[in-house]
């Protein structure tokens, strides 16, 4: 039965792409590849980033997390990305591409608090700028990667709190909804994100993932929660999700200890 549940969390977060460090061990926060590269790629709004990958700097560098992660989440520890760059063609070239270097790590950290620790960029390809002031590519590719679904919004504030685990008791039932009130508080959550992601729509992937999780006894203790957050672009994404795990901790206020991973499924602009 657990197996069973752990692949379906597994098939049901590959929705949302690979599953990022935030922040540092001790933390205890996530976020959805897909909802970083979005910040991301708004961040350099003169270049066109294609081919974009997270990863480990090295397997030295990773460290063990402080609380259970979600399933198939990468360890914590400093990330590099790579990615290929669509530059102006007027520009000098290793100079444009440094600055988006250093866009791109002020990004990371200022906006998400991303761990990259180094970003490396190919210039491959040349662009021109269009009569507003634009970029026009000589060569139009499809979507960005990275990039929003088309027609996916996040989960609206108080719209489907979900925060009940599947085949849960009276008493899990009635924790993760407080669980729930007290997260949808927190100052820059938008919302608790229980809906798949868009690879869903063509895979059987089982019941759906719980906004809130808990694992234990919310009672007595010991107990741990797994929340799934949207959250707003208005305030750091991992000063947001610290605060969130702060307050489910807190809501459930356990004698015998609690824990608490949030996992940032996406990040609302409006």
């Known amino acids: 039965m657990a ?8 098939r049901q977060q590959l929705g949302l792409g690979r599953i990022l460090p935030l922040g540092e061990a001790a933390d205890g926060v996530w976020v959805a590849e897909e909802a970083a590269l979005a910040v991301l790629h708004r961040s350099v709004p003169g270049a066109r980033l294609s081919a974009v990958r997270l990863d480990p ?10 609380v259970p992660a979600p399933a198939g989440a990468l360890p914590p520890g400093p990330l590099t990305l790579t990615a290929n760059l669509a530059m102006y063609a007027d520009r000098p070239l290793p100079a444009a591409a440094d600055e988006v270097r250093r866009i791109l790590l002020a990004a990371a950290e200022g906006e998400l608090g991303l761990p990259l620790e180094y970003v490396d960029l190919r210039v ?5 700028a269009d009569g507003a002031g634009g970029v026009r590519r000589r060569e ?3 979507p960005r990667e990275g990039a929003p679904a088309p027609g996916r919004e996040p989960t609206a504030r108080g719209a489907d709190r979900d925060g009940r685990t599947a085949g849960a008791g009276a008493e899990q039932e009635e924790a993760a909804d407080r669980v729930a009130r007290a997260v949808l508080a927190v100052e820059g959550v938008v919302g608790l994100a229980p809906t798949q992601g868009p690879a869903f729509s063509h895979v059987a992937a089982g019941p759906r993932f719980s906004a809130v999780r808990i694992e234990g006894d919310p009672v007595a203790g010991p107990c741990h929660v797994l929340l799934r957050v949207t ?3 208005t305030r750091r994404v991992l000063d947001t999700a610290r605060a969130a795990g702060a307050a489910a901790r807190e809501a459930l206020g356990v004698s015998g200890g609690v824990t608490a991973a949030v996992l940032v499924a996406a990040v609302d602009r409006r």
């Open 140 to 142: 139009e590719s499809g």
């Open 3 to 10: 197996a069973e549940r752990l692949t379906t969390e597994v």
């Open 231 to 233: 959250v707003s672009a």
């Open 124 to 128: 491959t390809e040349l662009v021109e």
């Open 57 to 66: 700097s090295g397997p030295r560098a990773t460290a063990e997390s402080a």
